[in-house]
């Protein structure tokens, strides 16, 4: 039976309150280099069969990790709905999201949510069903290859990068990489896009406050904050456009292990 190392937290960011985005933190327990995977299969939001492929016991903690805490705030954040009819299930682009076990409530709409894990620490982000988010958390001084610049950006955008990252190396790419992926969770595509096609900085070299893609307006915002270590987070939301097909009924999530290849689907 897996339960939780420590308790959860919940993290006050300085987004407006109408907003409803609620977001929640939780240490990930460690665990050792070929240590055994514990059955974590008594959790909610779990998916049996996906979890049997995991490998590693620290793919295991963090998946258990995230979705207890998913779990634990849908059940606090939406009392109404009661967690044991619905499911997490995956969209095309592997990103999960919520839906019903049957389809007695199908019109009702369900909760956006967004999980990021990183080096011991998952965070979740859940709001209401008409406000994608996107949030995102990487150690603010990860060590990174400087060939990583390439994969976020192009063009001027990626000059303007290479300038920032000459004065203040990681952090920079660090800052970049948990933007544009908060950005890519909240427009609910994952790396099904490449990085480099959301744009986050102007001709003056500031981040922009908001992107506009595809006709998606998606808002983002980037805090250092300070836990055990510094970390950067970014959360990205913007208000669903329409209700139609693959939003009448569900609300899609993407969380990930962050690295600098792409994130791996929880």
């Given at each position: 039976m897996w339960f939780p190392c420590d308790e959860i937290k919940e993290l006050n960011?300085?987004?407006?309150?109408?907003?409803?985005?609620?977001?929640?933190?939780?240490?990930?327990?460690?665990?050792?280099f070929g240590e055994e995977i514990k059955d974590i299969s008594n959790?909610?939001?779990?998916?049996?069969?996906?979890?049997?492929n995991f490998k590693t016991a620290k793919r295991s903690e963090e998946h258990?990790?995230?979705?207890?805490?998913?779990?634990?705030?849908?059940?606090?954040?939406?009392?109404?709905?009661?967690?044991?009819?619905?499911?997490?299930?995956r969209d095309e682009n592997r990103a999960p999201y919520f839906e019903w076990k049957d389809n007695t409530n199908e019109t009702e709409l369900l909760p956006n949510f967004s999980i990021s894990t990183t080096r011991g620490m998952a965070i979740v982000a859940i709001s209401n069903a008409d406000l994608r988010v996107g949030i995102d958390v990487e150690i603010s001084n990860q060590n990174r290859s400087?060939?990583?610049?390439?994969?976020?950006?192009?063009?001027?955008?990626?000059?303007?990068?290479?300038?920032?990252y000459e004065s203040d190396g990681n952090n920079t790419l660090n800052k970049i990489w948990t933007i544009k992926e908060s950005i890519l969770k909240a427009l609910r595509v994952g790396m099904s896009i490449s990085p480099t096609q959301i744009k986050i900085m102007?001709?003056?070299?500031?981040?922009?406050?908001?992107?506009?893609y595809d006709g998606s307006l998606i808002n983002f915002k980037n805090y250092l904050i300070k836990f055990k270590e510094e970390y950067f987070l970014s959360i990205a939301y913007g208000n669903l456009k329409s209700a139609g097909p693959g939003n009448r009924t569900r609300t899609a999530g993407l969380e990930g292990q962050n690295h600098t290849a792409r994130p791996v689907l929880q």
């Amino acid at each position: 039976m897996w339960f939780p190392c420590d308790e959860i937290k919940e993290l006050n960011l300085d987004l407006p309150k109408e907003l409803g985005i609620e977001i929640n933190y939780l240490k990930i327990r460690k665990t050792e280099f070929g240590e055994e995977i514990k059955d974590i299969s008594n959790l909610d939001f779990i998916d049996l069969e996906e979890i049997r492929n995991f490998k590693t016991a620290k793919r295991s903690e963090e998946h258990a990790t995230g979705r207890y805490l998913l779990f634990q705030m849908f059940r606090k954040n939406f009392p109404s709905i009661d967690p044991k009819l619905i499911r997490v299930s995956r969209d095309e682009n592997r990103a999960p999201y919520f839906e019903w076990k049957d389809n007695t409530n199908e019109t009702e709409l369900l909760p956006n949510f967004s999980i990021s894990t990183t080096r011991g620490m998952a965070i979740v982000a859940i709001s209401n069903a008409d406000l994608r988010v996107g949030i995102d958390v990487e150690i603010s001084n990860q060590n990174r290859s400087k060939n990583l610049l390439e994969f976020l950006s192009n063009g001027l955008e990626l000059e303007q990068i290479k300038l920032l990252y000459e004065s203040d190396g990681n952090n920079t790419l660090n800052k970049i990489w948990t933007i544009k992926e908060s950005i890519l969770k909240a427009l609910r595509v994952g790396m099904s896009i490449s990085p480099t096609q959301i744009k986050i900085m102007n001709k003056n070299n500031k981040f922009e406050q908001n992107i506009n893609y595809d006709g998606s307006l998606i808002n983002f915002k980037n805090y250092l904050i300070k836990f055990k270590e510094e970390y950067f987070l970014s959360i990205a939301y913007g208000n669903l456009k329409s209700a139609g097909p693959g939003n009448r009924t569900r609300t899609a999530g993407l969380e990930g292990q962050n690295h600098t290849a792409r994130p791996v689907l929880q």
